[in-house]
């Protein structure tokens, strides 16, 4: 069993930048594909980044220039940096592993975009 622990989430004013950080236990599986998805109040679940064990990545529209993901496959954990934050950005960011297996996600981190 997978298990994906977020940390990073918060408050933060317009403009400024958060990291978010998802670490996968029960598996040494590199060659999964990890990545961030978002849900705000009232609007579907959407992709905000995805990247391949060999670093292939893949953006949502709305954080393309602003959001970089990276990760660190030694230790199976996922890197979301998000610079230029909008009070659109504000959601439940959720992290995801999927592997030729299964999938999982984690509890979901908040992220709040406000002054």
């Known amino acids: 069993q997978v298990q994906l622990v977020e940390s990073g989430g918060g408050l933060v004013q317009p403009g400024g930048s958060l990291r978010l950080s998802c670490a996968a236990s029960g598996t040494t599986f590199s060659m999964s594909t990890m990545g961030w998805y978002r849900q705000a109040p009232g609007k579907q679940r959407e992709l905000v980044a995805s990247i391949t064990g060999e670093h292939l990545t893949n953006y949502g529209n709305s954080v393309k220039g602003r959001f970089t993901i990276s990760r660190d496959n030694a230790k199976i954990t996922v890197y979301l940096q998000m610079d230029s934050l909008k009070p659109e950005d504000t959601a439940v960011y959720y992290c995801?592993?999927?592997?030729?297996?299964?999938?999982?996600w984690g509890q979901g981190t908040q992220v709040t975009v406000s002054s």
């Open positions: 995801h592993y999927a592997d030729y297996r299964a999938a999982y």
